[in-house]
């Protein structure tokens, strides 16, 4: 099996980011982003999608999260689209349902090359500690667009912001983890096209 690692350096005048990432790992992640809860909710991604991240973000949060938390899901995103590589064998879509105590949560994606975003969080506390909870919308969409996947994100019910958060992230790691696994049957690349 091919290594599907990618290492990335990003650097604007709001945010430095350092990450490695490789998708067939083991769940562990070393992640500093500078704010607290997102960076759990980083954790919680890559333990239930498989992943190992170590991931350092300095960025600008005397202004607040935005910058860090968007910028990260753009390097992210730019990894994982280098760690995939040519998408041979690989299952493409996965589809996820995660429920979090009273909360529950529905992703799905594509690993398609045609990014697209579709998100419906439902109403949410507007910070969650450090945390500003629209800024959930901002990196699902600096990812899916930077990893070319299209991807459905849909709080289907629930009443602590906190849960519903952290069903979408562990929803998002289990559907990337069964979206880029390898299936023996799949000749190539998974398309009618013959390329995604």
Do not use: W
Not at 106 to 131: C, H, K, N, W
């Amino acid at each position: 099996m091919s290594i599907r690692t990618a290492t990335l350096e990003r650097k604007t005048a709001e945010t430095a980011i350092k990450l490695v990432l490789n998708l067939d790992g083991k769940g562990k992640g070393v992640i500093d982003s500078g704010i607290g809860f997102f960076d759990h909710m980083l954790n919680l991604m890559t333990a239930h999608g498989l992943f190992d991240l170590t991931l350092v973000c300095d960025g600008d949060l005397e202004v607040d999260g935005h910058h860090s938390v968007e910028d990260i899901g753009i390097a992210l995103g730019q990894a994982f689209k280098q760690a995939i590589g040519d998408k041979k064998g690989i299952r493409r879509y996965g589809t996820f349902y995660l429920p979090m105590d009273e909360a529950l949560a529905f992703v799905s994606l594509d690993i398609s090359g045609r990014p697209f975003l579709v998100y419906d969080g439902g109403e949410m506390a507007p910070m969650i500690g450090g945390y500003d909870s629209e800024l959930t919308e901002e990196f699902l969409r600096a990812f899916a667009f930077n990893a070319g996947i299209t991807l459905h994100v849909k709080v289907l019910y629930g009443t602590n912001s906190h849960h519903k958060v952290e069903a979408i992230f562990k929803g998002l790691g289990h559907a990337l983890r069964e979206a880029l696994s390898k299936d023996p049957r799949v000749e190539g690349i998974p398309s009618t096209k013959g390329t995604l």
